[in-house]
């Protein structure tokens, strides 16, 4: 294969102010989850009895996987759509898929009260399969997996250049054309089981019933998700290929042009159902009657809408990234609104905020995968080589 | 090929569409009946007194010393229990008050507990079968041993009953088991009222007695049996005088969102001899699109290759 010409190590050094600073939260972060471990759930989040699922849930796993589904889009793209155009820009949305993924599992892990019951999901003999929970598990864990063996290639190609004689080398020599061969299979799975996970953490909560407002709360949910999750997917591929571009200094990469008209498809996609289906349960009028939750319902479909109608006219990439992000926004803050601000479990319970140690957590992840990402794509080669960015 | 994208898109959205649409209407239809021996409690608020015998009771009897904290160990050494507003890890069973702000004569006592619904959202959530419906005396069980955490059911539950023990190093899920362990059968709730304002029985039985009790003074409740049809149909049945959604039991339709929930998921993972049919057919789907792509690529390939090199590195 000639990856040598299409992609780029990142330029720069790997100890920086910023890898420093990220890598200070990111010990802020574990060491609260080792106080989390000693001392129990209760003592660093703001969780109770009416409100269980808080922001590791609705931030790092609903929106989270979400933000990481940068190599689900774009493979969509890429190997159904438009004949590997857009191939250059598949390694670094998938190591950013790999770490959103396996962030989100590890915010699982810390979440969950009894961690150590976990291996459960290993014996058939425990699982149910009702369970819309059992499906969004095994498959996230699947994926993960997936896409860890998705970027294989990139990591053998650097192995490979190590000395001639060292073992590592070998094995790298050997193992590379083998997986190159069966790569496709993982490939296509790596498109089926976001399709299939991305919708059930949509379904997740149709059985929470009357507990989630009327303007969220609909059968549809699965439909919303997933395609709420590939228009994520492009929005953070964009909004990434921008930040690469201005903290690696690098020129800008010329496919995120032609990955952006696709995104008003999918998002009117996305729009026609959110509101077919408020017409269809008659809840349209709710969204006009002056509420709390009519104002989020707006905010949120704004930050949705706009970036759509400025995608379809003429980009530069400032406008570009900047779009991107307001776009990344407004679809992460309708899967929050799901979990958590379209919540309501009864007027017994105090509304739920994240404590400062809970969002310290969150912030650890975030910075331990931006961290992970500046790291990986300084050793090895991730980002497009760039040919011109004039589209 | 862009027409072929739109149709695609089209019929995928169709089709998804309506098998999510379907379960709301074939949910109340599918309702399970109740087996000859579960066994239920049947609630009268009228009778009730508020004297929280009950609570007592149910404390004693399922007290766990392991999940104890400091205070409550210091509370019950000084015989003196916390007093629980809420159902918590150690409150498996609350009685509670409903006071009309305007009216002092105007109140009403509600015991909260787990209602063993028909079709339970907790059952139905919970991704390890550590929660599970007896299929014989109907009465939904917790296992701690196969228990991860995730608190799903505690999300799934209409009446927000199961409780997690905040506070805990290695928390549990607490809940009413009708008093499982009791070797005397009935919980302990039921033993000890005083007014025989609850009573525990089989729920054939406990249905007829309260029916009996409807026909017999109509003037003295509002007329209906909350858990006979409502959230599918629970175990555990309710008397009052006072409107149920003052008492803090909310206002369900006639099946269990749990139905709902299952339907999605049985129409999107149907099953043709344990191969999930949907999944498998957008994997060969997606296979072979991707394959066709791949070989348009090899041919153009050999043209641009040739130009690409000399990239940078």
Known sequence: MSSEHTYVKAPGKLITPTTVILALIVATGFSIIGYRLVFGLGVISNLSDGYPWGVWLAYDVAAGSAFACGGYSVAILCYIFNGWKYHPMIRSALVTSFFGYALAGLSVMVDIGRYWNAYGFMMPSRWQTNSVLFE???????????????????????????KPNSFIKKLADFTAPKLDKVLMFFVVLGMTLPTMHQSSLGTLFVITGQQLHPLWQTNLL?????????LLGFAVTLFESGLSAAGFKRPF???????????????????????????????????FTPSFHMVIFWIETLLITAPIFIFLGKLNPRKLFYTALLLTLGGGMYRIDVYLVGFNPGDNWYAYFPSIPEALITFGFIALEVLAYIVLARLLRLLPAVHTAHN | MKSTRRRFLQTAAAGIGLTALSPTLSAASEAKSFGPDEVGMLYDST?????????????????????????????????RWHDAYELDYRTKNIIKLYQNPDDVNDFAFIKRQCNHCQSPGCVSACPVKAMTKNPVTGTVQYDKNICIGCRYCQMACPFKIPTFEWHMTFPKISKCELCRQTPKGTPACCRVCPAKAVIYDKRSILLAEAKRRLAENPDR???????????????VLYLSRVDFEKLGLPNLPNYSYAGVSENIQHTLYKTFNHVPIAPVALYAALAAVAFVQHKRRGKKDAGNEAKKDGGEK
């Not at chain 1, 997996?145 to 053998?156: K, N, Q, R, W």
């Not at chain 1, 699965?222 to 590939?230: C, R, T, Y």
Request: include cysteine.
């Open chain 2, 47 to 79: 009778l009730c007194v508020g004297c929280k015998a009950c609570v007592y009771a149910c404390r004693s009897e399922n007290f766990d010393a392991d999940s104890s904290s400091e205070l409550d160990e210091k509370a019950l050494a000084e015989q």
């Open chain 1, 253 to 287: 990469e010329a496919e995120a042009f032609g990955v952006a008209k696709v995104v008003p498809i999918v998002g009117f996609f996305w729009l026609a159902v959110r509101f077919g289906d408020l017409i269809y349960r008659g809840h349209i009028l709710t969204a």
């Open chain 1, 222 to 230: 699965p439909l919303l998700f997933v395609s709420n999750a590939i």
């Open chain 1, 136 to 162: 969004v598990a095994v498959c996230i864990m699947g994926y993960t997996v997936v896409l860890l063996i998705e970027f294989m290639p990139s990591a053998l190609e650097t192995l490979r250049e190590l």
């Open chain 2, 221 to 235: 409740y509002i007329n209906k049996i909350y858990g006979e049809y409502d959230y599918g149909g629970t175990n």
